[in-house]
């Protein structure tokens, strides 16, 4: 019963540097959503997608890119890595959009950039 | 985007006491949930609860809709439950949860 799995679990890049945070769901949901999370505060929406092919922008995208394949895996690039991205990023499924179902977090992902 | 303020910011407790946690919003919610994040970092869901009253063990949350506000409530904390309890809301039109900025408890023995 693995949920949402997310790898690597700490990285450490230096700034310049791109890689990518992979996310799976075995729970067959349709939506995927990835959060990241600053130091003592609440998680705010990088991107999400409502099943495969679509993706959209939340309220923090700058700097990110999305693709959505499959319905089981949402991974989150970052592309000329940055100080202000370093954070702890989680993602998140639901079986259907945020209104209206539970969502199921990862464990995170915590990054830093030097 | 919908404004989410938890209080208290910060609790410490004796273990074996109870806690009233509070969240409060400034829209209409088609959906709350709580979570608990460890000091692993790990989210754990808590309670899926848009209105009405669910309780799961020592821990029961109740969310009055129409006045816009969710409490959360531990009795006979322990130890296991330090970390930071999070209250997150979907506003009716929304597509993301806005989350507040947490109450960090502390259980000490």
């Known amino acids: 019963n693995a949920g949402v799995t997310q790898t690597p679990k700490f990285r450490i890049l230096k700034i310049g540097q791109s890689m990518t945070l992979q996310c799976t769901q075995d729970m067959n949901h349709n939506y995927m959503y990835w959060y990241r999370q600053d130091p003592g505060m609440g998680l705010k929406l990088i991107y999400y997608?409502?099943?495969?092919?679509?993706?959209d922008k939340g309220e923090v995208p700058n700097g990110y890119n999305v693709s959505r394949s499959t319905t089981e895996d949402f991974p989150l690039r970052l592309e000329l890595a940055a100080p202000s991205q370093t954070s702890v990023y989680f993602c998140?499924?639901?079986?259907?959009?945020?209104?209206?179902?539970?969502?199921?977090f990862g464990q995170g992902t915590r990054l830093t950039v030097v | 985007g919908i404004q989410v303020e938890q209080s208290p910011p910060d609790l410490i407790l004796q273990e074996g006491a109870n806690s009233t946690l509070r969240c409060n919003f400034s829209?209409?919610?088609?959906?709350l949930q709580w979570f608990h994040q460890n000091p692993w970092g790990q989210l754990i869901n808590l309670f899926y609860?848009?209105?009405g009253t669910k309780q799961n063990g020592r821990l029961s949350a109740t969310t009055v809709a129409t006045e816009r506000y969710s409490l959360l409530y531990i009795s006979s904390s322990q130890t296991t439950d330090s970390g930071v309890y999070f209250c997150?809301?979907?506003?009716?039109?929304?597509?993301?949860?806005?989350f507040g900025t947490g109450t960090s408890l502390t259980v000490i023995p």
């Open positions: 997608s409502v099943g495969a092919g679509i993706t």
């Open positions: 997150a809301v979907v506003s009716y039109t929304g597509n993301q949860f806005y």
């Open positions: 998140a499924s639901s079986l259907q959009g945020a209104q209206n179902t539970e969502a199921f």
């Open positions: 829209d209409s919610v088609n959906n």
């Open positions: 609860i848009p209105s």
